[in-house]
């Protein structure tokens, strides 16, 4: 072997497993976001289909849930309807946010809805 060939390798090696850390790391983060971002607009859904409660209602405890579990700026595209899902009158939530590609900043944009049996148009 020659001369400092070691400290080469623990170079080469180092760098490979930081960005393979920082691969995992990051893909971890998009998971994250992307699961609390359909739990939010889920339990937004069930909270605007509660009796006495609207759309309105449904945006507001969405953003609400977003802001305070991730950031002010994914909540800013959050709507919400009321539709026809197999017969059965629905709250749904929207919510678009970029998709995080380097850290929290991405290009893409991830569209989730949630879904709720509206307790208004129960018999």
């Not at 937004?44 to 409660?53: D, E, I, P, T």
């Not at 950031?71 to 899902?85: C, K, N």
């Not at 059965?88 to 929207?94: K, L």
Request: charged share 20%.
């Amino acid at each position: 072997m020659t001369r400092g060939s070691a400290a080469v390798d623990f170079v080469l090696v180092s760098a490979l497993l930081t960005l393979m850390f920082a691969g995992v790391l990051q893909l971890s983060l998009s998971l994250h976001v992307r699961n609390t971002l359909v739990d939010a607009a889920g339990e937004g859904a069930r909270y605007g289909a509660l009796v006495g409660r609207d759309s309105s209602d449904a945006v507001d405890r969405t953003q609400q849930l977003i802001a305070s579990s991730l950031s002010d700026r994914l909540a800013d595209d959050v709507s919400a309807s009321v539709e026809r899902l197999d017969g059965v009158q629905t709250v749904v939530v929207t919510v678009r946010a970029p998709l995080p590609v380097l850290g929290l900043v991405g290009p893409r944009t991830l569209e989730l809805s949630g879904h709720a049996v509206d307790e208004k148009a129960l018999p």
